[in-house]
């Protein structure tokens, strides 16, 4: 389900109340592909409700390349939420998901192998609510600019 950012934070405390472990990830999941599933699915298997974190389309622009997304943040919330291991999906405008993880006070909040505890943006976030962090080695040879670069080389973009 697609839950608008403001009212994220009241079905969080519905879903603790009712004793769900709560589990959180983000990400700007452009183009999903197979390694995002899998991401995906292992980050769903740290809890009872898998809730993710969608980086709207001008927050991936700042983050990423004022060319990107590919895919509009209401399109790639569609396909998110069409995943089975996906409860809820909230998009959000900042760059990182500190304010969310202060909103929603996940049990854990999943991100991938390249970060460290120490690394981690949302870090001091998940220490003042509570939760800890896993981090999930991703999938080799699937990414997202792997795609794209794929693509160029095809249609012989520059």
Not at 93 to 103: C, M, P, Q, R, W
Not at 131 to 157: L, P, R, W
Request: aromatic share 6%; with cysteine.
């Amino acid at each position: 389900m697609i839950i608008q950012n403001t009212d994220i934070a009241a079905l969080c405390d519905i879903l603790r109340h009712s004793g769900k472990k709560i589990v959180l990830t983000n990400g700007c999941f452009d183009l999903l592909h197979a390694g995002h599933v899998t991401y995906l699915k292992k980050a769903a298997s740290f809890g009872d409700c898998l809730i993710v974190g969608l980086n709207s389309d001008a927050s991936v622009k700042r983050w990423k390349d004022e060319k990107r997304p590919i895919v509009d943040e209401n399109n790639r919330a569609i396909v998110l939420d069409a995943l089975d291991c996906v409860d809820y999906v909230v998009l959000f405008d900042e760059t990182s998901a500190e304010a969310l993880v202060e909103k929603i006070k996940p049990a854990v909040y999943v991100k991938g192998g390249d970060y460290t505890i120490d690394t981690l943006p949302e870090a001091g976030a998940l220490r003042r609510c509570g939760g800890h962090a896993q981090f999930v080695d991703m999938v080799a040879g699937c990414s997202t600019t792997g795609i794209i670069n794929k693509i160029k080389e095809i249609y012989m973009i520059k």
